[in-house]
């Protein structure tokens, strides 16, 4: 269960709303989210006791990209701060300086 790998007392900030959760609060937040969601790890960071991965979410009608920083103390996590962003074609003003090329 997910409630294993984080501190009893562990603080969840997601930034984007500008929200901070319990752990319990996260949990349920995560569990009673509508929908059903994909998620796909694009990349793990490491340095001392964080974690910073870049994660896309998507289901059928939509797509973001969560990056998080994950903080760990005696080998639980005792703080996330994520952002959210969401995923889509650039900004008409971007695209009508005709700079920028596609990732992929």
Not at 8 to 18: G, L, M, S, V
Not at 21 to 27: D, H, M, S, V
Not at 56 to 73: G, L, Q, R, W
Request: charged share 30%.
């Amino acid at each position: 269960m997910i409630r294993t790998f984080f501190n009893k007392k562990a603080i969840i900030r997601w930034h984007n709303t500008n929200e901070q959760f319990t752990l319990e609060e996260f949990i349920r937040a995560n569990c009673e989210y509508p929908g059903k969601w994909e998620a796909e790890i694009e990349r793990i960071e490491k340095t001392d006791n964080l974690f910073i991965t870049a994660v896309k979410v998507f289901n059928k009608d939509a797509s973001f990209h969560a990056v998080s920083f994950i903080k760990i103390e005696d080998d639980k996590i005792v703080l996330i701060d994520e952002y959210w962003g969401d995923d889509g074609a650039p900004p008409q003003w971007r695209i009508d300086m005709k700079i920028g090329t596609k990732i992929i």
